[in-house]
């Protein structure tokens, strides 16, 4: 029998939006930071021990810094030249309480580093550039037409594959009920232009119901799949969704 409340589910499933999740750093965790070209990076450095600088998707090509003409109060920079990683160590007669470098990336991009120097054991500190994670997404994206990609996204989530430069979230969003239908969405991929949802849904009812993609997808829906259309009482079945990026016009 098909679910007669077809603008409920699809009403239900737009509304179905990813919980962000706050966690508090634990003190002198590793440190991970995103931060866009000429952009500046704040992040603590030891003062006794080696911290190691490591960019997402890029590689160190060369540090700017003023030396002081004093090796006793100094900080040095040395680079690794087979991953691309930055190692900074402070010496115990350093006398400034933080420090600052401009670090060249082999992708062009530019940061400003200035980092407070702690009594903190060795550190590292990630960082990410979302431009080269979009511009990874829009390659992936591009490589066949819209719609091809729109079902290999499809089949990328169905296979819970990773795509590089797609952001992953995995959602704690609680079930939406409509009618008979328990809708939740499991996980949310974002690229450049695509945007894909995983969704569980469950027959709470006591008929069995035959969903169609009519129920689930909105009008501007590039591709939908639904991995056991018959659900009978008490069962469930996973959809995946695509369409449109729409917080790509604003990032």
């Known amino acids: 029998m098909a679910y007669r409340s077809r603008s409920w589910a699809r009403a239900a499933l ?4 990813p919980l962000a999740t706050f966690i508090a750093e634990p003190a002198f965790a590793d440190q991970f930071k ?3 070209d000429g952009a500046g990076i704040d992040c603590e450095v030891s003062a006794r021990e080696l911290t190691r600088f490591a960019l ?25 030249p087979l991953r691309g990683d930055i190692y900074v160590s402070v010496p115990e007669t350093y006398a400034a309480r933080s420090i600052s470098f401009f670090a060249t990336t082999k992708k062009g991009f530019v940061y400003k580093i200035a980092c407070r120097i702690e009594s903190i054991p060795a ?5 990410t550039n979302p431009a080269i994670a979009k511009s990874d997404a829009a390659r992936w994206e591009s490589e066949t037409p819209l719609s091809t990609s729109a079902v290999r996204l499809v089949q990328a989530m169905a296979n819970d594959r990773t795509i590089k430069g797609f952001e992953v979230r995995q959602s704690s969003a609680l079930p939406a009920r409509v009618g008979n ?3 939740q969405l499991v996980a949310d991929y974002r690229g450049a232009s695509l945007a894909g949802k995983v969704i569980r849904v469950t027959n709470r009812g006591g008929k069995s ?12 829906t590039l591709a939908v799949s639904i991995a056991n259309p018959v659900l009978e009482p008490g069962t469930s079945t996973t ?5 449109a990026n729409g917080e790509s016009s604003h990032d």
Do not use: H, R
Request: a negative charge; glycine letters at 6%; zero cysteines.
């Open 14 to 17: 737009l509304g179905l939006m």
């Open 123 to 127: 550190a590292q500190v990630f960082i």
């Open 239 to 243: 959809a995946f969704v695509v369409g």
């Open 56 to 80: 997402v998707d890029d590689q160190f090509a060369s540090v700017s810094k003023i030396s002081t003409g004093t090796p006793y109060n100094d900080f040095a920079v040395t680079n690794e």
């Open 209 to 220: 119901l035959t969903l169609s993609a009519s129920d689930l997808a909105p009008k501007d």
């Open 34 to 36: 995103q931060a866009a």
């Open 181 to 183: 239908l328990e809708i």
